[in-house]
C-alpha cells in the first residue's frame, strides 16, 4: 500500500496539484482557539486569557506550506447570546462558517459534555462543510477518557477525522495541519506568500491592552470592559509609538475598580500592556489610558459599529 503524500514535507522534483483554502477555528468559550491559531502561525495574532468570551471578533492568520496555503480564522466563542455584543460575535461565527472550506470544532477534552456542545454540532449541521474535530488541552487529560469523548462525538456528527492535540505545547498540531491541508481543495495561494494576517496594527493595539486587562481584572469585570484606540502614532525618527487608548466600561464602581486605589490598577494595566506592545511591535512605546463609563454599551449598536470602525481602520 503506498503512503500519502506529506504536505508539510518538501515537494519532490515533479509536484502534484498545490492546495489553498480556508479554515474556521470553532469551538464554545474556552476551548483554546486562540492558542491553536497562534501555535499554527508561530506568533501572537490573538490575544489568549483564560476568561470566557475572549475573542469577539475573527482573527485571520495565513500559513504557507510546501504544497499549499491554509488561511485559518479564529471566531469568538459559541454561546448564547445575552448583549447586542455577543449577539454580533455569534453571528460573526455562523457567517464564518458559511465562508470557509473547513471547519475545524475545538472541544475542551477536559470538560464533560453537555447540551451546548450538542447545539455547537447543530450549528455545524447547517454549514454543510467537512469538519474536523479537534479535541484540544490533550495535555491536561488522561488519554483514556478520550475514548468515550470520541464515540460521543461520532455517534452526533459525520466529522471527517478526530485529532486529539495541546494547543498549549504543541502536541499533534502538525498532524492537524495536515489533515487540514487535506480537505482543502486544490488550487493557487488565496494570498501572497509574505501575507500574515488582515488585522491592522490598531486593532491589534487594542487587542493587546485588552488582553492586560483580562489579566489583572477580577472575574465579573471583562465581560463589560472593551479598550477603543483613540489615537495611535506609529514610530517617527525618535523609534517612540504613541497610543493613546480608552477602556470601557459600563458603570463608574466598575471605574473605580480599573483604576484601582491611588490609580494603583491602572498603572499595572499600563505597565503590563506596555511592554507587550514594545514586544509585539518591537519598538518604544508611549501608552495613554483612561477609564470611561459608556451605560449599556455592549447593547448600542452605534456605539458596537463605531468600537468595530476604529479598532479596524489606520
Known amino acids: 500500500m503506498t ?26 468559550p474556552n476551548a483554546g482557539k486562540s492558542t491553536l491559531l497562534n501555535r499554527i502561525i508561530g506568533q501572537k495574532l490573538a490575544i489568549v486569557s483564560n476568561k470566557p468570551q475572549t475573542t469577539r471578533t475573527r482573527v485571520v492568520g495565513v500559513k504557507n506550506y510546501p504544497t499549499g496555503q491554509l488561511v485559518f480564522v479564529d471566531t469568538p466563542g459559541l454561546h448564547k447570546p445575552t448583549h447586542r455584543m455577543n449577539a454580533r460575535m455569534v453571528d460573526i461565527s455562523r457567517e464564518v462558517m458559511q465562508e470557509v472550506d473547513v471547519l475545524g470544532l475545538l472541544v475542551d477534552a477536559s470538560v464533560r459534555t453537555g447540551p451546548g456542545d450538542r447545539y455547537v454540532v447543530e450549528m455545524l449541521r447547517a454549514a454543510e462543510r467537512p469538519a474536523v474535530l479537534v479535541l484540544n488541552k490533550l495535555d491536561a487529560i488522561a488519554k483514556s477518557a478520550l475514548l468515550p469523548l470520541i464515540e460521543f462525538y461520532r455517534q452526533a456528527f459525520p466529522f471527517v477525522d478526530f485529532v486529539p492535540v495541546s494547543a498549549k505545547d504543541g502536541t499533534n498540531v502538525e498532524v492537524l495541519e495536515r489533515i487540514f491541508l487535506a480537505h482543502v481543495p486544490e488550487g493557487e495561494p488565496l494570498y501572497p506568500e509574505e501575507h500574515l494576517t488582515d488585522q491592522t496594527e490598531r486593532f491589534l493595539a487594542a487587542e493587546l491592552v485588552r488582553e492586560q486587562v483580562l489579566v489583572k481584572l477580577r472575574d465579573e469585570l471583562p465581560f463589560s470592559t472593551t479598550v477603543v484606540v483613540e489615537q495611535f502614532n506609529e514610530a517617527g525618527a525618535d523609534g517612540l509609538m504613541k497610543l493613546y487608548c480608552s477602556i470601557l466600561v459600563e458603570r463608574e464602581t466598575q471605574k473605580r475598580i480599573v483604576v484601582g486605589h491611588g490609580g494603583s490598577m491602572i498603572k499595572q494595566i499600563g505597565t503590563a500592556a506596555r511592554l507587550e506592545l514594545e514586544r509585539h511591535f518591537g519598538t518604544r512605546v508611549f501608552l495613554d489610558l483612561h477609564v470611561k463609563v459608556k451605560t449599556e454599551w455592549r447593547n448600542d449598536d452605534r456605539l458596537l459599529d463605531e468600537i468595530q470602525r476604529q479598532n479596524r481602520s489606520s
Open 3 to 28: 503512503e500519502p503524500a506529506d504536505p508539510l514535507a518538501p515537494p519532490p522534483s515533479s509536484p502534484g496539484p498545490r492546495r489553498a483554502g480556508t479554515v474556521a477555528l470553532l469551538g464554545r
